[in-house]
């Protein structure tokens, strides 16, 4: 982030902006102001306050569920929403680091620990558009919490698409989103529909896979695409059900980042995969121990900071 201008009006302004914005964004989320005038406020105001080159992918300590902001040069990305009572979290941590907007929102697959949260964050953001898998009809949950969030879609009457494999997302100064899957699946195991992309931003590189199981690793590994990363989002919080050494051997990460909860119940990270990451000479870091993990690209090299 980079520093306000100097002057003492700059600074004045500046810090009139961030008042402005702060109220905005109270105004907007309990609807005393619409959403397009809190987005020309948010442009009439946003501009000259804080700039950046460099793209940041930060997983957010969200207990034993996934929540992950990329802040690139030109977009603002959410994949997925933690569990439901973590919207304040979210909200909060988004709006400290700048973030109003959600240009692209992924909700990577229906269960609970990844949209938990998501139709209080539709609320409360204005979300540019919405990615979420195609799942047939039987398979897909009845839970309150999934029609919550639909309801909040509808609502607010986002735009709302099917992941497809091969769209790109273009997110400013070179960084590109591209969605790499779900590609043909259509068993009824949710996990296996997770939407997974890959982020490229000069050298450096993210891959994304959700909760994504063995069956849907191999596929992907299999349709040829190049998932090789720098850092790698690990597989269904660590699960032993993900994570498999075919796939981490064509990824070839440097780094691993595990969204899972303190002493959880499933035991995630599983001890093969810590395994499995040492063997392959990968650095990895988990939300538990270490709170927010941020990753920043300068487009060359990635550095790492966490919150613990
Ligand atoms: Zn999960």
Known sequence: MKAFNKSPGGLFSALLAVIIIFLGATFYEHGIITEDFYLKLLSATQNGVTESSDLEVHFIDVGQAESILIKAPGKNVLIDAGNIGYEKKIENYLRSKGVYVIDIFITT???????????????????????????????????????????ALARKNCSVSYAEAGTVFELGKGAVLKILGPDGYSGDNLNNY?????????????????DAEEEAELSLVSSGEDISC?????????????NSSLL???????????????NNDYGHPHREIISAFKDFGIKYYRTDYDGDIVFRSDGKTVSVTTKK
């Open 194 to 210: 997770s939407v997974i992309s890959k982020l490229t931003f000069g050298e450096t590189s993210f891959l994304f896979t959700g």
């Open 248 to 262: 981490l051997k064509a990824a070839n990460p440097k780094y691993a980042a595990i969204s899972c909860g303190y």
């Open 109 to 151: 697959h229906p269960h609970s620990d990844h949209i938990g949260s998501a139709a209080e964050i539709v609320k409360r953001f204005p979300v540019g558009e919405v990615i979420i898998p195609e799942i047939p009809e039987e398979f897909l949950p009845t839970t309150s919490l999934y029609e919550d969030f639909l309801r």
């Open 230 to 242: 720098t850092v790698f989002n690990a597989g269904h919080h660590g699960s032993s059900t993900s």
